[in-house]
């Protein structure tokens, strides 16, 4: 599991790679949100593009990034989520919790 975070204007976007199965990469994820939104970030897309898959520790790490931005009046969205990944955002629903989108730039561009 790799993350790697760039600024696009004010803008983070996070990308990751490989599985999220839970574990300390898993809670990586959650805490590079708190990271960021201590630093004022109120924009943040997370890049799944190279996910292969997640488990529901995955899919709880996810949960609490967004809801880590909602508390500090930020959003968090995704972006490139694969078929197998959003298979199972439509299996638990999450799908309709989450703002999603096709790209990273489109996913940018829907902020207000």
């Known amino acids: 599991m790799a993350i790697k975070e760039k600024m696009q204007g004010e ?3 996070i990308s990751l790679s490989g599985k999220l199965m839970g574990g300390p990469e898993t809670t990586a994820v959650h805490d ?3 990271e960021l939104v ?3 970030v109120k924009k943040i897309v997370i ?3 190279k996910v292969k ?3 529901s520790s995955g899919l709880g790490a996810l949960m609490g990034s967004l809801t880590t931005a909602k508390n500090a ?3 968090l969205k995704l972006a490139n989520i694969t078929d197998k990944v959003q298979s199972l955002f439509m299996i638990t629903k999450l799908i309709t919790i ?3 989108h096709d790209g990273v730039d489109k996913a940018i561009a829907s902020f207000k």
Do not use: Q, S
């Open 11 to 13: 803008v983070a976007v």
């Open 32 to 34: 590079k949100v708190k």
């Open 53 to 55: 898959w997640m488990n």
């Open 98 to 100: 989450f703002e999603a």
């Open 47 to 49: 890049d799944l593009g």
């Open 73 to 75: 009046g930020g959003e």
């Open 38 to 40: 201590a630093g004022k």
